[in-house]
């Protein structure tokens, strides 16, 4: 299983970007999918996942009503739209995938991961 994110990049606060991550050698319909982020010296948290069979989102608070989880379940495709940007979004986002059960926001339970993007937001 390989995921490559793109889209990442430096903009001003109020900005949107739109992240994608194309999965490969993964195909399955029960499992979920996420996004995460790490700003430096923080934890990894999970800002949006999606239940990939239902198609089912999830949010943290912190971006609920600015971020979009969505896919392209034909393309193997995730993405992450990010609207009205703020500066404590700025992060390493990572695309993640998992063949487990659990907490859908948790990355302990996440088996599968990129190598991250940079999103800078000032």
């Known amino acids: 299983v390989q995921l490559v994110e793109s889209g990442g990049g430096s903009v001003q606060a109020g900005e949107s970007l739109t992240l994608s991550c194309t999965a490969s050698g993964y195909a399955r319909s029960n499992d979920y999918m996420a996004w995460f982020r790490q700003a430096p010296g923080q934890e990894r948290e999970g800002v949006a996942a999606i239940d990939v069979g239902p198609g089912r989102t999830y949010y943290h608070n912190s971006v609920q009503g600015r971020f979009t989880i969505s896919q392209d379940k034909a393309r193997n495709i995730l993405y992450l739209r990010m609207d009205n940007l703020k500066p404590e979004d700025t992060a390493v986002y990572y695309c993640?995938?998992?063949?487990?059960?659990?907490?859908?926001?948790?990355?302990?339970?996440?088996?599968?991961w990129g190598q991250g993007t940079q999103v800078t937001v000032s």
């Open positions: 993640a995938a998992t063949t487990l059960f659990g907490p859908i926001l948790s990355a302990s339970i996440y088996n599968y």
